[in-house]
């Protein structure tokens, strides 16, 4: 079992940046592939961005490379999420999840949180 838990999400204008950070129960996090996911309601979730069990290997949805990156530190039990050059199209709730592999497919995922808000101020 792993708990997640989501937070850094707020208002921004855009432009600017925010950094989401998922902190995670149990010493078994660094076992799990972690990704982040975002979901405006009407739409489908969609993936952001998917990082190895070791942090080594990164994949970014083209919507988000070369402005968000995904990192985490497995002595904190922490996933971080730094989203630059915000766009009000980033507006949504962001989850992070996490999986047996990396993946871009939400159900390949086992543990989800309950999500952080983001805004984006056109």
């Known amino acids: 079992q792993v708990q997640l838990v989501e937070s850094g999400g707020g208002l921004v204008q855009a432009g600017g940046s925010l950094r989401l950070s998922c902190t995670a129960s149990?010493?078994?996090?660094?076992?799990?592939?972690m990704g982040w996911f975002r979901h405006v309601s009407g739409k489908e979730r969609e993936f952001v961005a998917g990082?190895?069990?070791?942090?080594?290997?990164?994949d970014y949805a083209d919507s988000v490379k070369g402005r968000f990156s995904i990192s985490r530190d497995n002595t904190k039990n922490t996933v971080y999420l730094q989203m630059n050059s915000l766009k009000p199209e980033d507006t949504a709730v962001y989850y992070c999840?996490?999986?047996?592999?990396?993946?871009?497919?939400?159900?390949?995922?086992?543990?989800w949180g309950q999500g952080t808000q983001v805004t984006v101020s056109s």
């Open positions: 999840a996490a999986g047996p592999k990396r993946s871009r497919m939400a159900h390949e995922y086992d543990y």
């Open positions: 149990g010493r078994t996090f660094s076992t799990y592939a």
């Open positions: 990082l190895t069990k070791n942090g080594f290997i990164q």
